[in-house]
């Protein structure tokens, strides 16, 4: 099993960007909950959002609430995270997961059976 993420890059604040994380090696992920973490330097890696089987189940973090939207398109196994508003303390590596269970993501520190490479957003001031 491989979660490649991409679509990171250098913005200015106030700007988007898409990372999409491409799942491979299962026929499907539509059983898994899926998940965004980042990890910026010298702090701990922190769960973003994270969304099960329908876009109602989808959760995120205080500090993104209402400017960052995750998706998943399980026929196609690829995970979103639209990012708009982005603001300087956003940068970060970020990286996706993905577990049967919510308690692997959610636990401190976490522990998905499948973590993705890491793609990193910077935001310029």
């Known amino acids: 099993v491989q979660l490649q993420a991409s679509g990171g890059g250098t913005v200015q604040a106030g700007g988007s960007l898409r990372l999409s994380c491409a799942a491979s090696g299962r026929r499907t992920f539509s059983d898994h909950v899926m998940a965004w973490f980042r990890q910026a330097p010298g702090k701990e890696r922190e769960l973003v959002a994270r969304i099960f089987r329908s876009p109602s189940s989808a959760n995120y973090a205080d500090s993104v609430q209402g400017r960052f939207t995750i998706s998943r398109d399980d026929a196609k196994n690829i995970l979103y995270l639209q990012m708009n508003g982005l603001r300087p303390d956003d940068t970060a590596v970020h990286y996706c997961?993905?577990?049967?269970?919510?308690?692997?993501?959610?636990?401190?520190?976490?522990?998905?059976?499948?973590w993705g490479q890491g793609t990193q957003v910077t935001v310029s001031s």
């Open positions: 997961a993905a577990d049967r269970t919510f308690y692997s993501i959610v636990v401190r520190p976490p522990t998905p059976a499948y």
